[in-house]
């Protein structure tokens, strides 16, 4: 599980004064052609509206299944975006397949993307594919920073990611939310770079005007890491980072900041 925080010092998550937004993109279904198997994305969303809600996330926009196809969710983005204003509170949930992909830009170290496997996205590689279907890190960013720009710096803005390798996108005996080997053609090469304290990469920040909104993202997984789905109290099977932040966000009070929330969903992770 992994924690972003940018810049360090954060406003506290309930803000009264502030309106709040969401979006949530949950894909269950994925198309048997594409690869990837059903999960439980459906269920997180059924456990966690009636909870943002209750945060005071009211109406907000919801993302399912086929309609979460690539381009289904750049457009649902973009129109969520019309809709923030300055000084906005935004969450941003996706409960999905996530897979690490070759880099098209040159910009990660170890030569792969980490995407969110948006709906008929493929999970093996074939002839002629470049990723077209998959929502890159570099392009969710891209979407994350033109919301966070819109909301300015007196905005606030929460993204929560449950799926596999996930933790620069910006549970064990459940299924896996990703965990299908990189999707590079043959021959390409994979390196393995180290994180800041030895043991692997860690995607350093690329900078933040001070105009735009200060942003946590919390993941459930590493950039390298597998994301296994948990069950609740019924025997469900449901998104392990979405099942904490349901428990977590029963705790939210005046003073509580992401650390905090971040501590919790942490424990109960």
């Keep these: 599980m992994r924690l972003l925080i940018l810049p360090l010092l954060l406003a506290a998550f309930i803000v009264n ?6 979006i949530v993109i949950a894909i269950a279904e994925y198309p048997s052609e594409s690869g990837w198997s059903s999960i439980s994305s459906d269920k997180d969303g059924e456990l ?12 907000p926009v ?9 381009e289904g969710i750049l457009s649902s983005m973009r129109n969520f975006r019309a809709r923030c204003k300055p000084g906005d509170i935004v969450l941003v949930h996706y409960s999905g397949h996530g897979q690490q992909i070759a880099d098209k830009n040159g910009d990660e170290p170890d030569g792969l993307d980490e995407a969110l ?4 996205a493929p999970d093996e590689y074939y002839n002629g594919y470049n990723g077209e279907k998959h929502l890159r890190d570099d392009e969710f ?10 909301i300015g710096s007196k905005g606030n803005m929460l993204v929560v990611v449950d799926a596999c390798h996930s ?6 005996a459940g299924k896996k939310r990703g965990g299908k080997a990189p999707l590079v053609p043959p021959g390409y090469q994979i390196n393995s770079p180290k994180r800041e304290d030895g043991s692997g990469y860690a995607a350093k920040t690329r900078g ?10 919390i993941s459930a997984s590493s950039f390298d890491e597998e994301n296994s789905e948990t069950f609740d109290e019924r025997g469900v099977g449901i998104g392990s980072l979405s099942y904490a932040m349901a428990k977590s966000l029963s705790k939210v009070g005046e ?9 919790d969903v942490l424990g109960v992770m």
């Design 117 to 120: 496997v948006a709906w008929g």
């Design 141 to 150: 960013n891209e979407l994350l920073l033109d919301i966070r720009g819109k």
């Design 62 to 70: 919801v993302v399912r299944d086929k309609a979460a196809n690539k």
């Design 17 to 22: 004064a502030q309106n709040k937004q969401a």
């Design 167 to 172: 933790g620069t996108i910006s549970r064990g």
């Design 48 to 59: 966690l509206l009636p909870v943002y809600e209750a945060q005071g996330f009211q109406n």
């Design 208 to 217: 933040q005007a001070q105009s735009i909104a200060p942003m946590v993202l």
């Design 255 to 263: 003073n509580y900041s992401y650390r905090s929330l971040f501590a």
